[in-house]
């Protein structure tokens, strides 16, 4: 059962702009680290790939794939965490995971995140 809960996602033109969101219900991720994950398709779990983190202070970590293009912010008051993804890309068409972390580290592995959402697919046309 998934502790996470996505959405925003859909479908948008090369340039647009989308804002995912990750909310928690009836559980406050407020002191853990947060994460997004993308899979692109053909790809196994293990295989997702890194996007963004945010821990608990605010200190956030973005792959070099989705700087300058993606932020990565939290409300802990609504116990959300949002990825606005702007100047999108065709290569950014994946399913978008959000996933929590208590240890505060901006892990890149799969493995090392315990809590995840169920996906919100994202799909870029050129």
């Known amino acids: 059962q998934a502790q996470l809960e996505e959405s925003g996602g859909g479908l948008v033109q090369a340039g647009g702009s989308l804002r995912l969101s990750c909310a928690a219900p009836?559980?406050?991720?407020?002191?853990?680290?947060m994460g997004w994950f993308r899979q692109a398709p053909g790809k196994e779990r293990e295989e997702r790939e890194f996007v963004a983190a945010i821990n608990r202070y605010g200190n956030t970590r973005n792959a070099d794939s989705v700087k300058g293009r993606f932020t990565i912010s939290r409300d802990n008051a609504k116990n959300t965490v949002y990825l606005q993804m702007n100047r999108l890309k065709p290569e950014d068409t994946a399913v978008y995971y959000c996933a929590a972390d208590s240890r505060q580290a901006f892990a890149t592995p799969v493995g090392w995140w315990p809590y995840w959402g169920q996906g919100t697919q994202v799909t870029v046309s050129s």
């Open positions: 009836g559980r406050t991720f407020s002191n853990h680290a």
